[in-house]
């Protein structure tokens, strides 16, 4: 399996099954990381965490309080996620096993940052 980042025409192809999505609320200011799974033509979302709650962001109904963060498991799938950029907080942080790297846009893309399945 592999995971595709596409900035605007760029398309970068990570060699990844599965990938930890980590990012700061631009209102609340709080930690969330969501663990992502690439299953063929889908993104499965199989693990939630929050350090907070607010702002549209309440842990899930099966939340449990583990080591400070809020954690769930919402079993969602989707065909790409489209990570939009802000001002405000730190890039979004894709993040393996081994390593994390920044993902955003160009500071005036007007096209959010999509991960999908490659194909």
């Given at each position: ?33 969501e663990e992502w799974r690439v ?66 846009g160009p500071a005036d893309a007007?096209e959010p940052v999509e991960l999908?399945?490659?194909?």
């Amino acid at each position: 399996m592999a995971l595709c980042v596409v900035v605007g025409e760029v398309v970068t192809r990570l060699a990844l099954a599965t990938f930890t999505l980590a990012w700061t609320h631009s209102v609340e200011r709080t930690a969330w990381e969501e663990e992502w799974r690439v299953d063929h033509d889908r993104l499965v979302l199989t693990v939630a965490r929050v350090k907070g709650s607010g702002a549209g962001m309440e842990p899930g109904p099966d939340a449990v309080a583990e080591d400070g963060w809020w954690r769930w498991q919402p079993n969602r799938s989707l065909p790409s996620l489209r990570l939009a950029r802000s001002d405000t907080v730190p890039d979004w942080r894709l993040c393996s096993d081994t390593a994390c790297l920044a993902v955003s846009g160009p500071a005036d893309a007007t096209e959010p940052v999509e991960l999908r399945p490659c194909a």
